[in-house]
């Protein structure tokens, strides 16, 4: 073990991004193989051979950077899920979106027809729970 802590030493090692191009080579690697399709399989290889790269890299800032923009523009997908996620476990609430402003406001199922008002606006609406 401590042969690859000697050879890891001032390497980058893996982060978000890594796994990403990890988890496309195995879904481009699956279909080529169903497809038989040699562009998909360099196309896996590609990202495999990538992966290694910033994996054994030392210019540490670099893919500091990459994976930092990766992030960024992974962000917003996640977030929709975690938030979807929440939703269908909430079997609670009602989630509604104000008609002025576009706010999320979550309300308690089973009342009925009830007024809500939006904390962020101030305006009233109507709707069915």
């Known amino acids: ?14 982060d978000s991004l890594n796994y990403a191009l990890i988890a496309v080579y195995f ?7 169903l497809l038989r399709s040699h562009l998909m399989s360099l196309l896996s290889t590609v990202c ?15 893919r500091q950077a990459e994976n930092a923009r990766f992030l960024d523009a992974v962000q ?16 609670d609430h009602a989630y509604f979106r104000c008609p002025n402003c576009g706010q999320q406001l979550r309300v308690p199922k089973g009342k009925g027809k009830i007024s809500i008002t939006c904390r962020n606006c101030g305006a009233s609406f109507e709707e069915k729970t």
């Open 76 to 91: 917003p997908i996640v977030r929709w899920y975690n938030v979807n996620k929440c939703r269908r476990r909430d079997r």
């Open 27 to 33: 879904v481009l690697y699956l279909l080529s193989s």
């Open 48 to 62: 495999l051979i990538l992966a290694f790269y910033r994996m054994f890299s030392r210019q540490i800032d670099r």
């Open 1 to 14: 073990m401590n042969w690859l802590r000697r050879v890891m030493y001032g390497r980058y090692g893996t």
